[in-house]
């Protein structure tokens, strides 16, 4: 199993990245695989992103995406939704080109007007580009990441039947 956790801040190692991690390793572990999980931080690749032809870093950030079984999509709320990193990022990606991958929506944000953001704008983004995205997304406040752990602890425990199932349903035989 694939496990990818993509990092929509436009800063190098940010709050959201340590969220993205802590959640993919949270899930890691729930549906069996405690093993390492890639990181896509498109902080890294930002000036590159807009290229017309993608340099190799960015081609390979997209084989890493394209290829998920699980895939952790991670954001600041920025004007009350995702990052324009993330957006041209995922821009990159045709409809239905994620189709392999059970997504896994995930906010932090500074406000709690803005949770609803991670329903109402990431998961149609995700499924346009034909994730399944069979759980709740996670809406985190800044002010909870000193509890991230025990936060995005409960919330894997809640959404990691689902995933499990999504990837049993696509391994099974039939």
Do not use: C
Request: hydrophobic fraction near 50%; glycine fraction near 10%.
């Amino acid at each position: 199993m694939s496990l990818v956790a993509l990092v929509g801040n436009p800063r190098p190692r940010s709050r959201t990245l340590g969220v993205a991690l802590t959640a993919a390793r949270a899930i890691g572990e729930r549906v069996g695989e405690a093993g390492e999980t890639e990181t896509v931080d498109l902080s890294a690749l930002a000036p590159d992103l807009l290229s017309a032809a993608p340099p190799p870093a960015v081609r390979h950030a997209l084989d890493v995406v394209g290829g998920a079984d699980v895939l952790v999509v991670a954001s600041p709320t920025y004007k009350a939704t995702y990052t324009g990193l993330l957006k041209v990022f995922l821009d990159r990606f045709g409809a239905g080109s994620l189709a392999s991958a059970v997504a896994l929506p995930l906010l932090v944000m500074g406000d709690p007007k803005h949770s609803l953001a991670v329903e109402t704008h990431l998961r149609p983004l995700l499924v346009e580009l034909g994730a399944s995205v069979p759980t709740p997304g996670l809406a985190l406040l800044e002010s909870q990441i000193p509890d991230a752990e025990e936060i995005v602890g409960a919330w894997a425990g809640r959404v990691a039947p689902q995933v499990s199932g999504f990837l049993a349903g696509r391994t099974a035989p039939g």
